[in-house]
Nanobody, 121 residues
Framework: QVQLVESGGGLVQAGGSLRLSCAPS????????MAWYRQAPGKQRDLVAG???????KYADSVKDRFTISRDNARNKVYLQMNSLKPEDTAVYYC???????????????WGQGTQVTVSS
């Protein structure tokens, strides 16, 4: 049973920084694209940043030049460094990854349980 485990959320003042981490547990054969999404109360879940296995990245316009996504392929971990945080960044942040759990399986998308990020003004 594959699970994604996130850590690093919390409460921070505007202008501060946080670093989120995510790693899969369970039977892992290969991890392809990984990403971070966020969902604020009453809003849909939106892509924040994504990264391919080769390191290509994309960002939501609202976080460009403030957030950096990176990954450690040896550990199958993905990180989100968030700088210059704003109150509008407040949301539950979810890790997403495309994972094969065996040689014979297809890639399948998995979600973490979410970690709360709250930015006070």
């Amino acid at each position: 049973q594959v699970q994604l485990v996130e850590s690093g959320g919390g409460l921070v003042q505007a202008g501060g920084s946080l670093r989120l981490s995510c790693a899969p547990s369970g039977s892992i054969f290969s991890v392809n694209a990984m990403a971070w999404y966020r969902q604020a109360p009453g809003k849909q879940r939106d892509l924040v940043a994504g990264i391919t296995r080769g390191g290509s990245t994309k960002y939501a316009d609202s976080v460009k030049d403030r957030f950096t996504i990176s990954r450690d392929n040896a550990r199958n971990k993905v990180y989100l460094q968030m700088n210059s945080l704003k109150p509008e960044d407040t949301a539950v942040y979810y890790c997403n990854a495309n994972i094969k759990d065996s040689y014979y399986s297809d890639y399948r998308g998995y979600w973490g349980q979410g970690t709360q990020v709250t930015v006070s003004s």
